[in-house]
């Protein structure tokens, strides 16, 4: 009897709770739409206190945003030091409440600059006789733009701690019900926990409203359920077909059809991990992934026509085309960045673990030999002017000969066959000469690197390991640092 009442007044509590968090968040929606309309009205003190009624239904962060915004524009277009006051005082407020707020560093910007005007305006008060006219903000208040309210997006689910993913599971885990932020654009939903159905569509966030989300998951025992994990955080997951590609990365959870399903867990630099698990209708299943490897780094070869070249690591083929960036292990490497007509790129890198060398070739033309062309045929020119000419020195040494085998005295001196002889065979040992140097430039111009070389530029950027908790998990989750 007493745990038959005991349930009871569990049910009712449960159903009160939900009834009153329904009721605060349309009181909160209420005063956001009336605020919303202040602030278009240009009537900021209404809105500002529209805001913090809707702050008090739910606090949410963004609320204290849109509030320190109203009392921004009210300080710009009256000069008003008490609202700027207040305008940095809920900035600071938010920032407290949402630490690690997107626009962290435009929110500090902002609270910066409208110190800097209360300072400004205390010591520089309006000029007498200027009653009625609209002071002027500073140029750096100015250059801050007019201050935006921001629409919100409240995601909930029935029950609550469901897993929220945005535009596929393949980029992990958003966030967990109750969640609220903002959202750019129209994006896809799927809503999923353990034991329910899961619940997909699309949501559109609205700059300038609020927009709830609520979601009641049914129970669900025809499917069962399967997580993921990993000594690697972020590992992608596939399964029975890998190339479909990755169904998420770890941790990763869902519901699945009944019966034997292939699940694979891979990351970069690690041994690949696999596990065959008969799924069974309403039961949970769990797989825990222990990779074997190391962490590696990565090139990133980049530029100009590299679409068209070809990459090589150490010799070996690692892009057929590029942009090109592939894992690869720690060590000393030669990169090689080649493309028909043109001068390779070759360069030696140290690989490190937990780092990305981004290498931007440049690759240069290779000139033109016409050079070699025209000496091999200039070598020609002399090399046959020097055949000629010895042939004509040969024959009259052949016609001297002729006659003094006839029993004719050898000729004197003064026989003019001997000077031309002479002659025909110095001019021939010069044009062998000179035809083989110019040969031999012919060789030096066809093997020359001529021009300018090809160039590129590395820069080498660290990929930082950060602690990573979660429910059920622990771990190093990767950072890129540009």
Excluded at 19 to 25: G, H, K, M, N, R
Aim: proline share 5%; charged share 25%; aromatic share 8%.
């Amino acid at each position: 009897m007493n745990l038959r009442i005991l349930l009871i007044l569990s049910i009712v509590a449960t159903a009160t709770t939900a009834s009153a968090q329904d009721a605060s968040l349309k009181k909160a929606q209420e005063a956001f739409d009336q605020a919303q309309v202040q602030y278009l009205q240009g009537n900021f003190d209404e809105a500002a206190e529209g805001f913090k009624a809707a702050y008090e239904a739910r606090a949410f962060p963004q609320f204290l945003y849109n509030i320190g915004a109203s009392y921004h524009m009210k300080g710009k277009k009256a000069a008003d030091v008490d609202a700027y006051t207040k305008a940095v005082d809920y900035y600071k407020r938010y920032l407290a409440e949402d630490p690690k707020a997107a626009d962290k560093d435009k929110v500090e910007r902002s609270f910066d600059v409208l110190t800097g005007e209360i300072e400004r305006l205390a010591k520089e008060p309006p000029p007498e006789g200027t009653t009625g006219t609209t002071p002027t903000a500073s140029a750096a208040v100015e250059q801050l733009g007019d201050a935006k309210i921001r629409g919100l997006v409240v995601i909930e689910s029935e029950p609550q701690g469901a897993t929220i993913y945005l535009d596929g599971k393949e980029k992990g885990e958003h966030a967990k019900t109750p969640w609220s932020g903002s959202l750019e654009g129209e994006k896809t939903y799927l809503v999923e926990k353990r034991g329910y159905k899961s619940k997909e569509g699309r949501i559109s966030g609205d700059p300038n409203r609020l927009l709830v989300l609520q979601i009641v998951l049914s129970e669900e025992d025809y499917l069962g359920w399967v997580e993921i994990k990993s000594n690697v955080p972020g590992a992608d997951v596939y399964m029975d077909d890998k190339t479909v590609g990755a169904i998420g990365k770890t941790p990763y959870s869902g519901n699945f059809k009944p019966g034997k399903h292939t699940f694979w867990v891979a990351a970069d630099g690690y041994d690949e991990f696999q596990s065959e698990i008969e799924v069974i209708a309403g039961e949970a299943h769990e797989v825990s992934a222990q990779l074997k490897g190391a962490p590696v780094g990565y090139l990133n070869l980049r530029g100009t026509g590299i679409d068209k070249s070809e990459i090589l690591v150490d010799g070996k083929v690692l892009c057929q085309r590029g942009p090109c960036r592939k894992p690869v292990k720690e060590g000393t490497h030669t990169v090689t960045v080649r493309r028909p007509g043109y001068k390779p790129y070759t360069a030696r890198v140290d690989v490190q673990a937990r780092t990305e060398i981004s290498v931007r070739a440049s690759l240069a033309k290779k000139p033109g030999r016409g050079d070699a062309i025209a000496a091999y045929v200039a070598s020609g020119i002399f090399a046959g002017a020097g055949v000629y000419l010895g042939l004509q020195a040969k024959k009259l040494e052949g016609q001297i000969q002729d006659d003094i085998d006839a029993g004719n005295p050898p000729p004197d001196d003064d026989d003019p066959r001997l000077q031309r002889g002479k002659i025909f065979a110095i001019s021939a040992d010069a044009a062998f000469a000179v035809s083989g140097l110019v040969a031999l430039t012919a060789v030096y111009y066809t093997f020359r690197d001529k021009g300018a070389p090809s160039t590129g530029q590395i820069d080498v950027r660290a990929i930082a390991l950060e602690p990573v908790i979660g429910p059920g998990y622990a771990g190093l989750g990767m950072e890129m640092h540009w």
